[in-house]
């Protein structure tokens, strides 16, 4: 029993000492964030991890470097700006990006050389790598695409990630200097080839206003042709219209003419036939009258032998019709 007593004691020491030895190892863990590198100075040597480590007070010096991305800008304007290959000036603005090499080495020579802190200051880097930036920049020159293989990518525990032109114009010919040779040529080259492109541009100017107003006219041509085509075909059609028109009402005027004459026709023949029936009437009446002549006479003759008296008796010819001449013919309508 007392053996288990004891047992249990050291067991729960045990615990409690590895509990205690954890406890001290988390409060002395240094854990590093992401871009950063802790150094460790102890008492023979020096080391760098870029996850964490155990710092133990007094024995051990701990500093942290940012190994980031620094940006490092070159400017030159004005007299001070670049010059090209045919000798114009040109203003730029350049950003370099460099970072601390993420190497056990490259992080301890520069903590070495220049210190953690300062290590991604942006005026210490500017310090650092602007003379040499500005050399690389006149000696390439036009040929910036080559600055990173000029400059290189190592540079003392650093490294050159890219390079990048924010500003790239031409230095205005105010900010040039005549009495420099560089500048006189610059500006000898700048003005003949301005001279050019101005001629350039007014060939194309006046092409472009000879151009629209060829187009202009070839439209208005083309509208006038269009409007003069549409006048015919409106005329034609206002001819054939009054062609059918005029030939419907000629056909028109036939029909009522033969209409007219085909009544007018049978109007004469009517008109004749009637005028025969009168002449024939009249012929009648006129051989009844002479009839009736032929006989006074001869009953005259026989009173006149009886001795009777002269017949006054009214002429018992028929009604209606002529007794001494004939019923004069009517006229015929024409």
């Not at 190994?67 to 203003?91: F, H, P, Q, Y």
């Not at 890219?162 to 230095?171: G, K, P, R």
Request: hydrophobic share 40%; proline share 3%; glycine share 4%.
């Amino acid at each position: 029993m007392a053996a288990m007593i004891v047992g249990t004691g050291v067991l729960v020491a045990a615990c409690l000492l590895v509990v205690l030895v954890v406890l001290v190892v988390a409060r002395l863990f240094r854990k590093v964030e992401q871009g950063k590198a802790l150094i460790v100075s102890k008492m023979r040597k020096v080391d760098m991890t870029f996850t964490g480590q155990v710092v133990l007070p007094v024995l051990h010096k701990a500093e942290v470097m940012d190994t980031s991305m620094k940006t490092i800008e070159i400017t030159r304007v004005g007299k001070e700006g670049l010059i090209c290959r045919d000798n114009i000036r040109a203003d730029i603005r350049i950003s370099f990006f460099v970072k601390v090499n993420k190497t056990v080495e490259d992080v301890i020579k520069v903590a070495q050389a220049v210190g953690t802190a300062p290590a991604s200051d942006r005026n210490t880097l500017q310090e650092l790598f602007h003379a040499k930036f500005s050399e690389a920049l006149k000696t390439v020159g036009k040929q910036l695409y080559r600055i990173i293989e000029v400059i290189g990518v190592d540079l003392n525990g650093y490294h050159l990630e890219d390079a990048a032109i924010d500003y790239l114009e031409q230095t205005p010919l105010t900010r040039l200097d005549p009495a420099n040779v560089l500048d006189a040529q610059g500006i000898r080259k700048i003005t003949e080839l301005t001279a050019v492109e101005h001629v350039r541009t007014n060939e194309f100017q006046c092409h472009e206003e000879k151009e629209i107003t060829r187009q202009n006219v070839d439209a208005r041509v083309a509208i006038l042709e269009l409007e003069r085509r549409q006048a015919d075909a409106e005329i034609k059609q206002r001819r054939e219209i009054e062609t059918v028109r005029a030939r419907e009402e000629a056909e028109t005027a036939r029909v009522l003419e033969e209409e007219r004459l085909r009544a007018q026709g049978t109007f004469l023949k009517t008109e004749e036939h009637l005028g025969v029936q009168r002449e024939n009437q009249a012929r009648e009446v006129a051989v009844a009258a002479k009839n009736r002549e032929r006989v006074m006479p001869s009953r005259t003759s026989a009173s006149r032998r009886t001795g009777s008296p002269r017949s006054t008796a009214p002429s018992t010819s028929p009604p209606g019709c002529w007794t001494n001449t004939a019923r004069p013919r009517s006229r015929r309508p024409t």
